[in-house]
């Protein structure tokens, strides 16, 4: 046979101009939608006539650094409303497991691929209940929606952050404990660091002073793969709710992943009457993204009055304020906490550098149409020009005492569901 045959030739060069167009179409720019809703979520229940959706997929996510068309998206505890008297929640499915959706961005929807239920080493499924006291425990009682109590759950976890690590396992941060738990890539329990862990790696006590569903709400991990960065979403109860109310300091926690060594610094909130910080994102190993908002829903109404905002930090020349001794309180300046010292020029009295922060886009105008929900809980950067935020869509369900479908005034009185925003910046990230 003779390889410089001319038939040969030509049909060699055709083979290659298609391996290099397919080449070049592999990695061609993906042109991202303004906006992609999640596709035909499933019925988990129905109370009394209220539809509760298997969506709640909006508490964090992440998108896939080999596929830039997949996102995994993080549910809560599942669905579940205030009850009457404080601290009570009211569980529609007390059996849900805290779940990780796989989504492909397709013709301008998210489709649910796949599903990853969280579990313990056990390999059994986690619930949502909470903590028994002394292991992560809030003041929260779990009931029926027949009134039931229900017990606690050593596995209970309630997920708000989470962060794909280079080896394909994910963490996840809670606000029960906080919990910061290590899962394999099927779902399964690792390990669970907590500030009440046996063994050398713990998270510092004072975080176990986190006021009621305000707990660690945002996670990443930095680009090296190699720390955890956590954020709580509201100055801690410490030492006391009626001590830091009006406080502005919210924690920002690294965990160095293969010693355990970690470092807390200070993110200052704009306003004090907001729900806060809902997530955290790495943009290289020092600055990340932030999501700080209230809990309104947008009207056209009133969009000027609501705050939904994205910041860009830098931990780089900012304090680390960790304690040595591990306190319950934490490293106090002049007799003390940090959540005392409340302002910017109190934290420069004692010394205390909070991180950087400047604003990256602000919801209420930076989207083309109204951004109608309440919550906004999970960033992931697209490109330098490009970020995509998501909401947590409570499984559709809002109440106190009883359920009711979750309508976005904003919206038609729609019910509410997830969905990714695709912003595009003014200002590029680097």
């Not at 508490?59 to 993080?74: A, E, H, N, Q, R």
């Not at 929640?89 to 849900?96: C, I, L, N, R, S």
């Not at 963490?171 to 899962?183: I, K, M, R, T």
């Not at 355990?260 to 806060?276: D, I």
Request: glycine fraction near 10%; hydrophobic fraction near 35%.
């Amino acid at each position: 046979m003779r390889l410089n045959n001319p038939s040969f030739l030509f049909i060699g060069a055709i083979l290659i101009l298609n391996a290099c167009k397919k080449d070049s179409e592999s990695v061609a720019p993906i042109e991202y939608p303004t906006t992609a809703e999640v596709s035909n979520p499933t019925i988990l229940a129905d109370v009394n006539g209220v539809k509760i959706y298997n969506g709640g997929f909006g508490s964090g996510m992440v998108i896939d650094p080999k596929d830039p068309t997949v996102f995994y998206m993080l549910t809560d505890r599942g669905p579940n409303i205030d009850g009457t008297i404080p601290n009570q929640k009211v569980f529609a499915k007390p059996d849900f497991a805290p779940q990780i959706g796989k989504f492909r961005l397709k013709n301008g929807s998210l489709i649910l691929e796949s599903i990853i239920e969280l579990k313990n080493q056990a390999g059994v499924k986690l619930t949502g209940l909470p903590n028994p006291i002394g292991q992560g425990a809030t003041g929260e009682t779990a009931i029926s929606t027949t009134g039931a109590t229900l017990s606690t759950s050593i596995d209970g976890l309630d997920p708000e952050g989470f962060a794909l690590a280079p080896d394909g396992t994910f963490w996840v941060a809670d606000e029960y404990g906080p919990h910061l738990v290590h899962f394999d890539a099927n779902g399964k329990s690792m390990e669970r660091i907590n500030p009440y862990s046996t063994g050398t790696r713990k998270l510092p006590l004072v975080l176990a002073r986190r006021r009621p569903n305000r707990g660690m709400e945002g996670l990443t991990i930095t680009p090296d793969g190699k720390t955890i960065v956590g954020i709580m979403q509201f100055p801690l109860f410490n030492p006391s709710s009626t001590l830091i109310s009006g406080s502005l300091t919210i924690r920002i926690l690294t965990f160095d992943i293969a010693t355990g060594a970690t470092k807390e610094f200070v993110y200052m909130m704009e306003k004090s009457t907001l729900q806060a910080c809902s997530e955290i994102t790495a943009i290289t190993n020092n600055t990340f993204l932030v999501i700080e908002r209230d809990g309104e829903f947008p009207t056209e109404v009133n969009r000027s009055a609501v705050f939904k905002r994205v910041y860009k930090i830098d931990l780089a020349n900012a304090t680390n304020i960790s304690d040595a001794t591990n306190s319950g309180s934490g490293k106090l300046y002049n007799g003390k906490t940090v959540e005392e010292l409340k302002t910017l020029d109190k934290l420069t009295e004692n010394g205390i550098v909070p991180v950087t922060k400047t604003l990256v886009a602000d919801l209420m105008t930076d989207i083309p149409t109204l951004y109608p929900h309440d919550k906004a809980e999970g960033v992931v950067v697209i490109n330098k020009s490009l970020i995509a935020v998501c909401n947590d869509d409570d499984f559709g369900v809002v109440g106190v005492g009883s359920y009711s479908a979750k309508n976005l005034p904003g919206a038609g009185n729609t019910v509410d569901k997830n969905k990714v925003y695709f912003i595009k910046l003014k200002t590029p990230l680097y």
